[in-house]
Every structure is written in structure tokens, then in C-alpha cells.
T-cell receptor, first 112, second 109 residues
Framework: DAGVIQSPRHEVTEMGQEVTLRCKPI?????LFWYRQTMMRGLELLIY????????DSGMPEDRFSAKMPNASFSTLKIQPSEPRDSAVYFC??????????FGPGTRLTVL | GNSVTQMEGPVTLSEEAFLTINCTYT??????LFWYVQYPGEGLQLLLK?????DKGSNKGFEATYRKETTSFHLEKGSVQVSDSAVYFC????????FGAGTTVTVRA
């Protein structure tokens, strides 16, 4: 049984470029979460969806960040334009009931 | 709002030593409590959970008891191994997960 799948695993880009991170949740899970992890700020919840609908995006740092979930098996987190301070590991997690969450392996983003 | 405070690291131990990582929480309701573990280069994995007061979660030799009176959920393991070296996160779930800052544990052979 495949877990949460994220792509790419590593992304290096230059400041000002658009970055798109992708996530495939575990089949049957109704909740999807996007997190960012940095040394300075730890693990931060950016946004979460329930049944493909964004429920809480209060953690999205600014308008440069956007997230979509067009269907139950796919979500994207986009940063446009990217900045060096966006460098972090971005995790996607899914859950069948908003209680226990299952994390993907993460995407390590480096913005030069 | 809800928050979690966990023991700062890093923690360095020898194999077979006893491990305790303290975790206390602040919550308005009665949230579920979790310990997640993150091995180097990987995502977080659920280690154990407890959903109500006095519940004990356990897995892989780790244990934690939900203590409502002290608002705590301390993680313990009686005899650690090198493979237990990781970052451990305490978390609570009211309607979304709130994580502690993480505690880095290194076990030396």
C-alpha cells in the first residue's frame, strides 16, 4: 500500500522563478495537509483541505503561496515568485479523519 | 490557543540507557495527543497516540501516558538503541495538529 507520494524530492531554483510541489495522498483519505519545516520555525501548518475544499489557509505566509486540490488524489503547492527565504522542506500529509496524519517524504526546496 | 512545549535537545545517550522526553500541552478541550518520529532525510512517522485521559500509547518499546491533571504526555523508553536516533515531536490534535519544536536524540554505541 503506497503512502503519501510527493514530487519532486529535491528542487533547486533561482529567486523569482515559479515552483510547484506535488502531492498524492493515500487513497480514501479525506484530509490533506501542507506543512513547511525549517530550522528556525520548526514545523508549520500552511493549509489543509477536507474533501478537496480548503478549510484553513491561515498558515500560508503570503500571497506568493497558493495551494489547490483539483481532485481527491492530487494537490499542488505553488510559490510564485520564489524567494531565498522560502527554502525549506515541504511536507504533505493525509488523514482519513483529521486525527492521525500520514506524512510524505517531503520536498527539499532551495531557492538561490 | 492550543500549544505544545517539549523538552529542548539535543539529547545524547548511550545504548541501553533510559530515555525520557518531556511534553506538556495547553488546550481548551480534550485533544488527542501524539508522538511522531523523524529519521534523517525522511518525513514524520506516527510513533504512538492517546485519545483520552489516562490512555497509554505504546509502540516499538516507547510509551507515553495522557495525563490530564498535569497536562503532560512524556515519552519514555527503557533501553534505547542506536536505531532510535531521530527527532521526536510531540503533538496535539484539536481540529488540526499543533507540534512541539522537536527533540533531537542521538544514541551512541
Amino acid at each position: 500500500d503506497a503512502g503519501v507520494i510527493q514530487s519532486p524530492r529535491h528542487e533547486v531554483t533561482e529567486m523569482g522563478q515559479e515552483v510547484t510541489l506535488r502531492c498524492k495522498p493515500i487513497s480514501g483519505h479525506d484530509y490533506l495537509f501542507w506543512y513547511r519545516q525549517t530550522m528556525m520555525r520548526g514545523l508549520e501548518l500552511l493549509i489543509y483541505f477536507n474533501n478537496n475544499v480548503p478549510i484553513d489557509d491561515s498558515g500560508m505566509p503570503e500571497d506568493r503561496f497558493s495551494a489547490k486540490m483539483p481532485n481527491a488524489s492530487f494537490s499542488t503547492l505553488k510559490i510564485q515568485p520564489s524567494e531565498p527565504r522560502d527554502s525549506a522542506v515541504y511536507f504533505c500529509a493525509s488523514s482519513p479523519n483529521s486525527d492521525t496524519q500520514y506524512f510524505g517524504p517531503g520536498t527539499r526546496l532551495t531557492v538561490l | 490557543g492550543n500549544s505544545v512545549t517539549q523538552m529542548e535537545g539535543p539529547v545524547t545517550l548511550s545504548e541501553e540507557a533510559f530515555l525520557t522526553i518531556n511534553c506538556t500541552y495547553t488546550a481548551t478541550g480534550y485533544p488527542s495527543l501524539f508522538w511522531y518520529v523523524q529519521y534523517p532525510g525522511e518525513g514524520l512517522q506516527l510513533l504512538l497516540k492517546a485519545t483520552k485521559a489516562d490512555d497509554k500509547g505504546s509502540n516499538k518499546g516507547f510509551e507515553a501516558t495522557y495525563r490530564k491533571e498535569t497536562t503532560s504526555f512524556h515519552l519514555e523508553k527503557g533501553s534505547v538503541q542506536v536505531s532510535d536516533s531521530a527527532v521526536y515531536f510531540c503533538a496535539l490534535n484539536d481540529y488540526k495538529l499543533s507540534f512541539g519544536a522537536g527533540t533531537t536524540v542521538t544514541v551512541r554505541a
